[in-house]
């Protein structure tokens, strides 16, 4: 055995290990019974322990000294490991087992005062979750910059600056898009009592349509939609809202998005680093792309519309044009998952701000609802009306995910990157939507992106799925106003 | 810390990992898409390799070396850990590897071989996996008794000699009652279409009403029922089947016996050895006497003919009399788990008596079918049909579980045991059944056994809870006897 054998091969049980661990998340928010939740402390921390010593293993470093990598994968995977490997050092096993732990509880902690409208009861853990990142932050910073060392885990290569630089180029030009698009005449919501079993069974036909593979995946209900797992076993979760069934397609799509990335990997890198998404900004740029350049067109919105009067009946909207219309409808709202196109970066924009204060400690944890609150009525026009729709409303931070929300954005903008050179390639495909078949596009994105895995870095994977072409916010722009303006 | 607390803390974690291992069996069951066999094989093989590391620690042998417990059940955790220590030095890891990688993809292919009746696809797994169990059991023999050796997995302080004279003392008297029996005349059998929702439904509530926990538990379907799981965490699986309910309502009330187990230990030994079930067998009893002795009584089944009325209308049974014969009529079959409780601990002899010549090597697995068949029809007076109600039958050899089958039968001998007992203690107990309600009978079972979990021996537990009363065949015989030809 060469060294990069042994590499690969310790490197395959850690992997396998990982899969264990993100399926124990995956069970937490499906499966698990409340009164689990102290013991699945417990374990999660034991769990964390046992991989936290394998990813720190002095002997991953004698093999990276040594390992030769026979080809470009065998080069992406040894790039992959020793990041892992420079960042596991930098984090005290006591620290990780000890955020493991407390991120293990504060979920249910979080899920409970958002169901109580209860900011006070989550303070406490959330300054203590705040507290443990930013201590690991600065371990892993070394002296740089804290916030920009949290990013490396969601999006390698990614710093405060370039994405501010980027947020900057989008707000203005979506501001304008947004309050131009809403002094138009808007179509009525919807009025209709959607059938939840129904909604559950359009969204599995939903998800095969967009080539997720329910053999080596499942549906499940969750309070929050997400997916997870990789290779061989990539389960999703949506939810229902009887008056909304968009909130079910569209999360559904979205995250079958995200798990056609991690089933289209190519089988060979099957439980090695390369075998998974190389970024959480490339993630999101497939359950965009599916949600929204795919899910939301004229097209195929077309061919939902009689899927949904099969499913539904007569649920009072007239026609496909004014479908279309409703889907894409922009309104004002509170909710980051649920907004439109043109708004839902203005969400992210908020909390990338608010988190950058919070880890720099010129915000307060204890202060954080109002200026959430403050910045929602300054960027949005109208006030929080309660916490669940403020800054309970997502889970993230409750698990430390600072350093997370950016990556929707910039998801947002290599989607639009990536709808630029398939619409180049696919000048046809409209026609294939309207039919109800997303197939060209999803086969165009496999082959240009997901069977690549975590083979280049981010922007490399977008610019590599691109013909070459640097990825920059100018086509999701162009693609945006014509869409809601055109 | 003293050694002592470095050992349990150690323990702690072990035990957190060891209950991930066992949910990872249960999604298995349950929830794992088809697809994903190779990828959970992995995954397994991985985990199995890091309980191995951790049971074969060191620093083990060094803390049980110097630990001093400070009482009684700290004497059970240092007991319990030294036989697991000295089992775990005695199996190689590769092997231990080995076995929990063949064991996971082999239950796929049981479970398919099952399902087109097809037993020469299963045999070379099946050789596999008893080859690997033979090499385990020699190594754990350490130049003793193979069979007797792999009976302590399970039964700890049992011996095929012992269980030997208890077979051979239940089945002359059981073959008697049982064609005694089958002479009279006997109830008709169900003739109804009972809903499967409604099956789940029901079931639900009677798991329920047997004291199961649903706050740390849930009910899924599966192909063959179990329980998994321990303290916060505890899940069961049942099936439906469109003509037999009780194949659905027994086995939840089975199950639920065995769950009320590990959720009725004290919260103190949580995570820790005392806080699991002592053997298979102590298991059973609680699974048995919930499932037979109460739950097939005829005060309970009168409340339960009621509770059918209610769910599914006239399902074709008259009365509460033949509906309590219909529950305990005697039939021919060849399915254990669905064997009436006279005939059940046969089904048992028989593989008890094929699986020690399969381990011997006197019976090569590629005769198995030929002598099971032989048997059965010798045993039961009947051919088998075909492989499914045969060797097919039964999970427990495709997952390596030999030396398992004998613990039902002692189970069901524990069983008369406590029954007795707990008869003698509580008179008035028929008058609660009459009215669905157990609670007297669970809360003794509580009292008695269950909240003490691993604290004494096997045989020590039963006669601790049956007032010092040694185990014996006894009760059981004089049990069944009475209620058959009573």
Redo the contacts between chains.
Sequence with gaps: MSAFDDLMSHQ???E??S??MG??GW?QET??????????A??M???E??LHARRTDPRLGEWLGNAQAPDEAGKAQLRLITQSFERAQKVPADLAQRLAKVTSTSQGIWAQAREDEDVAAFLPTLKEVVELKREEGQALAAGGNTYDAMLQDYEPGASAASLSAMFAALHPRLTALRDQVMATDQPADLDFDFDEGKQMKLTRKLAKTFGY??????VDKAVHPFSSGS???V?ITTRTSLRDPFNCLYSTIHEVGHACYEQGISDGY??TPVGGGISMGVHESQSRIYENQLGRSQPFCGWLYGQMRDTFGDFGVADEDTFYRTVNKLRQGYIRTEADEVQYNLHVLLRFDLEQAIISGDLAVDDLEAAWNDRFEADFGFAVDKPSNGMLQDVHWSVGLFGYFATYSLGNVYAGCLNQAMRTDLPDLDASLALGDPTPATEWLNEALQRHGGLRDPRATIAHACSGVEPSEAPLLNYLETKFTG
């Design positions: 395959k049980e850690t396998a290990l899969s264990v399926r124990l069970d499966m698990m019974p409340r009164g689990a939740a102290s013991q699945r417990e374990e921390a034991a769990f322990g046992v593979d329910m053999s080596r995946g499942r290779g061989q076993d389960r099957l439980l």
